[in-house]
């Protein structure tokens, strides 16, 4: 049974910095096509934030680069986003996702407000 899930979300003022964690567990990260991070603010669509391809390229929202780092560590099949300087329109409930063949995952969601 494969579960994600997440962690460190929170409240932040602007300018201050969140590290999220996404632990997989029951799925082999060698059965894992892709990996990332999306986000949805109220009244809005959810979106790419940050992701790894198959072949361990990166992908990021033109609006978090320079800003957001997504990084892994395979041998734990844990994914991280780190949210520097953060902005209130980083407000969202931020969402782990993994691919696999035939197969897509979703973590339960953590809020992330950035607000002064």
């Known amino acids: 049974q494969v579960q994600l899930v997440e962690s460190g979300g929170g409240l932040v003022q602007p300018g201050g910095s969140l590290r999220l964690s996404c632990a997989a567990s029951g799925i082999s990260i060698f059965s894992i096509a892709a990996m990332g991070w999306y986000r949805q603010a109220p009244g809005k669509q959810r979106e790419l934030v940050a992701g790894?391809?198959?072949?361990?390229?990166?992908n990021y929202a033109d609006s978090v680069k320079g800003r957001f780092t997504i990084s892994r560590d395979s041998a734990k099949n844990t994914v991280f986003l780190q949210m520097n300087s953060l902005k209130p329109e980083d407000t969202a409930v931020y969402y782990c996702k993994v691919v696999r063949i035939g197969a897509i995952y979703w973590g339960q969601g953590t809020q992330v407000t950035v607000s002064s």
């Open positions: 790894f391809n198959s072949d361990d390229s990166t």
